[in-house]
């Protein structure tokens, strides 16, 4: 009986030796009465961080409509960080209220989408699906 217990003893103390590594995709997000003052981390650029962006007319802008959950999102992700172009394009989050409504009117029903603004009030592009965005950008990149 006691060989028992002190092996018992053993094996959880060999259990809990571990090291647990956590990936996560967190971001801080602080706002104070509605506005927006810190957002720390994160790969997903929220409303007015994207006006501020298409304020500059001069150069073309890549917006990735994208989840977390989604397959096609999850592996365009992962090529362009392949590539090192994740820098060059700006993510915004499918699943955030202000986000629905721009797909909605923009008529995005799709995931992951692009949309290419062109420079100097060029117009804009819609490509969608990872396979489609990527062999845009290998053109553009």
Not at 26 to 34: A, I, L, M, Q
Not at 88 to 114: C, G, H, Q, Y
């Amino acid at each position: 009986m006691k060989n028992s217990i002190v092996v018992l003893l053993f094996c959880l103390l060999m259990s809990c030796g571990g090291t647990q590594t956590f990936v996560t995709n967190t971001e801080r997000v602080v706002s104070y009465d509605g506005v927006v003052e810190v957002r720390d981390s994160g790969k997903y650029i929220d409303e007015n961080m994207l006006r501020e962006l298409v304020k500059d007319k001069s150069k073309a802008h890549y917006i990735i409509f994208s989840t977390d959950w989604c397959g096609g999102c999850v592996d365009l992700e992962k090529s362009l960080k392949s590539r090192g172009w994740e820098k060059k394009v700006k993510f915004i989050n499918f699943e955030e209220r202000w986000v629905e409504d721009l797909a909605r009117i923009m008529e995005i029903s799709a995931m992951p989408t692009m949309i290419v603004e062109l420079p100097n009030g060029g117009g804009t592009l819609k490509l969608e699906g990872p396979a489609e965005i990527m062999m845009y950008l290998v053109r553009k990149f």
